[in-house]
């Protein structure tokens, strides 16, 4: 906690305990800040040690929370290219020019909303240092919904063009004449859809859609770093990665890079027990960073999500839950992620006491791999060598315990290794087999009975004791590298499997 403290006056200000004096004496003439340790500020204030344990967690998580919101833009607002367009954008610009004196930066930091219909609003929290945001689908569903049909329409009218002139070729052999009647043909259905030019949808950045997504690092715009303690919060623009409607959530990635982002770390969400304390920070009714707490007050509820599935396994809590708070983080008194706070049951509208979560491991593992994948296409974008894919699944949570609890009964000792789950139809391993056909066994689970396969022991030199250390290793590995797996069966026999790694597919 830091104070920014100006140089002393003759008048003496007095402090309401003398712990406070002692830390907050200067005996420089100039401005300074002088820093006091948060440990310290609790001990001042005599706080107990539940209320210790939640200001600590809103002080380490709430900056990493987001409002998260989507605007409809004005025609005028995007960047046509027709006249009429540039001057509308110019009498804009004048009536709203600056006039505080802050510099071209300053105003690039604050980024303002942009003209439009509100399409939505709530609440995220950053699960990636580079810029990723989780929060609840539902939040920017009309704003995803809305660009899924721009592009729907810009294909369209692409398909149409090319088509036609596809086509067209086929009937002439006259290169000038066909280059001049595609010409026509594109500008023609240019204007028959409206637009000024043909643009491969997939292509497109979100810049040029006609909804767009912005989050915002609090009232003050503390947690992205951008403002420079100005007082007032920049508006940053996102894409929408991809969305999991079956669990209502969607993973967006900030624009701007932002220097000083700090990701929520996630909890064990199978691992809670009704009546352990829960807290949720959101922005509830537009709120920023609002705390509210309460208990586990039910597992394994199944609620109706946006898709139209049963949303399993979701956390049921007495903690307030309101409009805006959708997306916002659930968390453990480790202030660890353990669920995704998506819907309350209220005949008001507002928190009755009954609100429901999407269980953290379950969003981990689908928002992980978006994260991954988009990172991956970066790679690609820009020529690099990606991760390096082996095409291989293996048991992980509840059914790696129930398989290692056989194990243990059959008297097996040491390290069990990950239990592969599946091999995908195009994985290295099958193109790297040799005639002997050396292969990896499965595990399978038929009609509830399990039928143990292969166990991967070690890769690469690398003891490999769960399946958490496979996916540990692998996410080291670049494709195009060479390695070797150490595979034991059931019967305890052991060999070696080499394979050269392959691409991520995208």
Known sequence: VAFHCPAPRQRRTAHRSSSFDKNLALASSDDATVAVKAADLDDALGLTSDERTVVNVHRVCSPS???????????????????RSRRWQRRRSKREAPNDGDTDDSQQLKQKLPRGTALGSGSGFVVDSEGYIV???HVIQRAYETNQAMMRYDSFWDGLAKNTTNKMKSFSGDSEMMDTLESFVNETVSAISGRDSLVDSSARDSSGLPAQVFVRFGTNG???????????????????VDVVKELDVAVLKINDKLPSLKALNYGS???????????????????????????????????????GNDIKNC???????????SGGPLLNLDGNVVGVNTMIISTSGSSA??????????????????????????????KRKGRGWLGVDVAK????????????ARGDKGDIGAFVTSIAADSPLYKDQDESGTSIGITTI?????HLGDRIINVGGNAIANGGDFITDMKQRVEGEQLTLTVQDVKGEKRVVYVTLGRIPL
Not at 228 to 238: E, L, V
Not at 276 to 304: K, Y
Not at 446 to 450: A, F, L, M, V
């Open 135 to 137: 929060t609840n689908y």
């Open 353 to 382: 006491g009954i609100g429901f979560a999407v269980p953290g491991d379950n969003v981990k593992e689908s928002t992980d791999n978006i994260v991954e994948l988009d990172k991956q296409r970066q790679l690609r974008n820009a």
């Open 397 to 408: 949570a509840s059914l790696e315990e129930s398989l290692k609890k056989r194990f243990t």
């Open 222 to 240: 503390d947690g992205d770093g951008s403002t420079g303690g100005s007082g007032s919060a920049s508006y940053h623009p996102c894409e929408i």
């Open 446 to 450: 038929t009609d509830g009975n399990i």
């Open 315 to 325: 956390i049921q809590t007495d903690a307030a839950i309101n409009p805006g708070n």
């Open 269 to 307: 969400s199978s691992d809670l027990l009704v009546g352990q304390s829960l807290l949720a920070i959101g922005n509830p009714f537009g709120l920023d960073r609002t705390i509210t707490s309460g208990l586990v007050s039910a597992l394994g509820r199944s609620v109706t999500g946006v898709a």
């Open 65 to 83: 929370v987001v409002y998260v919101t989507s605007v409809l833009k004005l025609v005028g607002d995007s960047n046509d290219n027709n006249s």
